[in-house]
């Protein structure tokens, strides 16, 4: 690994693009630091300390909620604007069209993501300035005629956009994947305050505790990540013009876990949705809706087992929906058929598309059991050992870190490999 990254920074292009990534990476911490004003400090520290669903929200925006930076709503507007924009694709059939128009249709529905981010940013702001009002964190008025107010909203909208904007640089201007990217910053921003804090009071039983779950999962996820299936394709002899090209072998890989990273951050996003909009009415003036607001609230509470239960029913469910939207068997059949190359004792066509779709799933199937297991186990301990505090969140910090340092290593030892390549041609 050592070894790829040195090269990686002795190859120029790569480094370029290590370097930007850094880069991007160095401005969303700098927003992350910019505080929206009208905020009681020590009254936001107590209540992020007190309410388990706003201490995750944090941990996703890298802390910008406890500080209440520009970026303290995240890449939640855009994750949630993606996630309801590739379940339309499925049922709307304008956008499955567009789906298929290649990059034409792809750039189409970025686009549209886009446009939703910015409502779904505006309601988001909104409601997380409601929620601090009910609990005292705001120092002026909330009221959608006072200028503070309005200022507040578009202060954090802008941000989401910029969030928005960052990350998509860097997915088509640098290495990986853009959301993980600042994800995977915002936790690891949180790392030398957490070993601050332990050293204050070191306590050893929950560090050895912590650091054999950390081991484990490490090397489950480097297992998923690399596991792959490989479909053996062999190419027909054919002519072109006066020359023949004779028939070669080759396969197909298909991993294990296609989808990485992402049904881990689309599970979190959907069950901290109903906790987020039912937050907003538990200081309601209407008894019946204050009380089911806090036993929504209260139902999907972190290390509950129906928390638990639907965290990994999500993190299986959008792993197969997340490869099924990246992997298109229909597609790739095509495509084979097209160049002449087919399975062995599979027929091109339908029959070859059916065969990929089989294994896509049996393997899928696999890489969801794992990934859902490891992304729970940590809140399963945390049930059976309450004094190893917030482990919970820590194990799931560290599945998205580790995934998003393999998926990086990853690509860099592919851009590595097609310049020895092309060394080799020249």
Do not use: C, H
Not at 223 to 241: C, D, F, K, L, T
Not at 388 to 397: I, V, Y
């Amino acid at each position: 690994m050592f070894d790829s990254v040195l090269n990686a920074f002795r190859a120029q292009d790569i480094r370029r693009r290590v370097l930007y990534v850094l880069a991007l990476l160095i401005v969303f911490r700098f927003l992350a630091a910019v505080p929206v004003p009208g905020i009681d400090k020590a009254q936001l520290k107590t209540f992020v300390e007190g309410n388990a669903l706003v201490g995750l929200l944090d941990l996703f925006s890298g802390g910008g909620l406890s500080k209440f930076s520009v970026v303290a709503i995240g890449m939640n507007p855009y994750i949630n604007a993606s996630i309801i924009m590739q379940l339309m694709g499925g049922v709307v059939p304008s956008l499955q069209a567009l789906s298929r128009e290649g990059e034409y249709g792809r750039n189409k529905l970025n686009q549209y993501t886009r446009y939703l981010t910015v409502p779904m940013a505006i309601l988001q702001a909104y409601g997380f300035l409601a929620l601090l009002n009910s609990q005292n964190v705001l120092t002026g008025s909330f009221d959608l005629a006072s200028f503070t107010t309005l200022t507040q909203i578009a202060t954090l909208t802008a941000g989401a956009i910029a969030l928005m904007w960052i990350g998509e640089l860097i997915t088509e201007r640098g290495i990986g994947n853009g959301i993980s990217f600042i994800i995977f910053a915002g936790i690891v921003s949180r790392a030398p305050g957490a070993i601050g804090g332990f050293m204050v009071n070191p306590n050893f039983t929950i560090l050895i505790g912590f650091a054999a779950m950390a081991i484990a999962a490490v090397a489950v996820i480097i297992y998923i990540q690399e596991g792959q299936r490989r479909i053996p394709i062999q190419y027909a002899s054919r002519v072109r013009g006066r020359r023949m090209y004779s028939g070669g072998q080759t396969f197909l890989p298909l991993r294990v876990n296609q989808a990485g990273v992402i049904p881990i951050i689309f599970a979190v996003s959907i069950l901290l949705f109903p906790s987020q909009i039912a937050s907003y009415f538990t200081t309601s003036q209407v008894t019946l809706v204050a009380d089911i607001a806090r036993g929504i609230v209260n139902f999907f509470a972190p290390r509950t087992f129906v928390y638990i239960a639907l965290y990994f029913l999500l993190t299986v469910g959008f792993t197969y929906f997340y490869t099924a939207f990246t992997f298109k068997p229909d597609e790739t059949a095509e495509q084979l058929r097209k160049n002449g190359g087919f399975i062995p004792g599979i027929r091109p066509g339908r029959p070859t598309q059916d065969y990929l779709s089989r294994v896509v799933t049996r393997i899928t199937f696999a890489g969801a059991l794992f990934l859902g297991t490891v992304a729970v186990a940590p809140n399963l301990i945390g049930l059976a050992i309450p004094d190893l505090g917030t482990l919970g969140l820590g194990g799931t910090s560290l599945l998205i870190v580790v995934s998003v340092v393999v998926e990086t290593m990853k690509q860099i030892e592919a851009q590595l490999m097609m310049r020895n390549y092309e060394g080799f041609i020249r």
